[in-house]
């Protein structure tokens, strides 16, 4: 079985719409990009492409190839929109030259709408600490992440761009309200 084939099952199909959108979601472990893609699913009927899935599908519990998992989302983003899907990518994306791969092939026609999501290190460390590992659905993986490598993460973390349009969002209470508000701007904005 191929990358993508094996890739195909972990998404989470939504609906089909006239004029689609791209959601990039960025932030730290533990910030709720997992938990804002599942909301733009059940709400929005969004396609969800999450990097800890494919990767999950691709390498298991074996060291991934981060290159190899991301070119796939962004073949599966491609074609997924082709057939007129809104699709979320559900990964860290802090770096901003896997943005910049993410703008340049899959959204040449589409303008993104990139999330930020701010979260304090406690809150995100108690988020992180509560997880249950569970690798029984290929749509819903979930994982730990240590101490060490959220550390990592941070280090790896590079601001958005002011080229980048950006919505920054903090992680609380207030943030599926704060989502429907980013949706409904960019509906006006972008349709």
Do not use: W
Not at 47 to 76: C, M, P, W
Not at 84 to 107: A, M, P
Not at 136 to 164: G, H, M, V, Y
């Amino acid at each position: 079985m191929d990358n993508l084939s094996k890739s195909l099952e972990t998404i989470k199909f939504g609906q089909i719409f006239s004029s689609p959108q791209v959601v990039i979601l960025m932030g730290l472990p533990g910030s709720g990009k997992s938990y804002v893609a599942d909301y733009l699913h059940q709400k929005y009927g969004f396609t969800v492409l999450s990097g800890e899935n494919i990767s999950h599908a691709l390498f298991g519990d074996n060291q991934a190839d981060f290159s190899l998992v991301y070119k796939t989302l962004r073949q599966l983003a491609l074609q997924l929109l082709s057939k007129g899907h809104s699709i979320v990518i559900d990964g860290t994306n802090l770096k901003f030259s896997f943005r910049q791969q993410i703008y340049d092939e899959v959204c040449k026609n589409i303008k993104p709408i990139l999330i930020y999501l701010l979260v304090d290190d406690q809150t995100a460390r108690v988020r992180l600490d509560s997880r249950l590992v569970d690798a029984s659905s290929k749509q819903n993986i979930k994982s730990t992440c240590s101490t060490e490598t959220f550390a990592d993460f941070k280090q790896q973390l590079e601001e958005p761009l002011a080229k980048e349009f950006c919505y920054r969002l903090l992680s609380n209470e207030n943030l599926l309200k704060e989502i429907d508000n980013v949706i409904k701007l960019s509906n006006s904005v972008y349709n």
